[in-house]
């Protein structure tokens, strides 16, 4: 029967772990990850205006409206103006008979508002989550034609484009963004099932100049290169980031872009090493 002893941090050394077992003594090592990914930065300029693209819960928002009221940066004005918007108000609109001719008959609904808020980091910095850019990066190269001229690109897209940070910050001359420029609103009646839906579309929209910088990352082995990615990101002067980009919102442009960081190995992705006796090394 195989019996080792119990392993103590004072048993470790040269970056493995002492082991006894059936007599012998060996050190184990970790497996080393070789890192395989270039890597490039870039900062995305905006040349439009940019609205948030989240959808947060009503009860949350109200929360966050009422914190922001505590702390001084919302006037009782406004903030009474967007509860208001949030809960319901009346929105009068005009009847069509059976021809689509207006019938001169005004009638009145209760809509809510639809929210579209930019994320928070812990900062209280307004932003965009890392899966926003990423999705304006495939639409990209789907609207270039990229992913019908190679095959295989579009899978390996879904595993091998990395976008970094996790939380992509909106600066301005250097300086991260706390606030929204201006709280927006607007009604909306849209017919969905059959049915007139009718709703107020409230967004939080920061104006230009803004700023985000990004960091890219691909498999050295993979057909998607980063400068593939940078010719596709051209198309963001018209896809654009965040909500509303039907409307002009979030239209943007790469600058200062750096040089590619390249691969520290072309080799297997991970070694596994062992040690016998501190003398015999076996690799696999």
């Not at 439009?48 to 004005?77: C, D, F, W, Y």
């Not at 050295?220 to 990615?229: E, G, I, T, V, Y």
Request: proline share 5%; hydrophobic share 40%; with cysteine.
């Amino acid at each position: 029967m195989q019996k080792s002893t119990k392993i103590t941090k004072d048993e470790k050394g040269n970056g493995g772990q002492h082991i006894m077992m059936c007599g012998h003594e060996f050190v184990v090592r970790p497996p080393q990850i070789i890192d395989p990914y270039e890597r490039i930065m870039f900062e995305v300029n905006g040349i439009a205006p940019i609205v948030g693209p989240t959808a947060p819960n009503l009860k949350a928002h109200m929360a966050m409206l009422a914190a922001r009221l505590k702390a001084g940066l919302l006037s009782q004005e406004v903030y009474d103006k967007l509860l208001s918007e949030i809960r319901g108000q009346q929105v009068e609109s005009m009847l069509s008979d059976e021809n689509g001719d207006a019938a001169g008959i005004i009638a009145a609904a209760t809509v809510r508002a639809t929210l579209h808020a930019f994320a928070r980091d812990k900062d209280g910095v307004l932003g965009l989550q890392s899966y926003a850019f990423r999705a304006a990066l495939r639409e990209c190269f789907s609207e270039s034609g990229f992913f019908v001229k190679q095959r295989g690109s579009r899978e390996r897209f879904r595993e091998g484009i990395g976008v970094w940070p996790l939380f992509l910050r909106l600066e301005r001359n250097g300086e991260p963004l706390v606030a929204p420029d201006a709280v927006e609103s607007r009604p909306v009646h849209v017919w969905a099932g059959g049915k007139p839906c009718d709703s107020i579309c409230q967004f939080e929209r920061v104006d230009t100049p803004w700023t985000i910088k990004v960091m890219l990352e691909a498999r050295h082995d993979s057909p998607l290169k980063l400068q593939d990615a940078l010719g596709v990101l051209s198309l963001l002067r018209t896809i654009g980031l965040g909500a509303q980009r039907s409307m002009g919102y979030g239209r943007c442009e790469i600058g200062g872009v750096s040089d590619v960081i390249q691969a520290r190995t072309i080799m297997a992705l991970v070694k596994a090493g062992t040690m016998r006796n501190d003398t015999t090394r076996v690799e696999q």
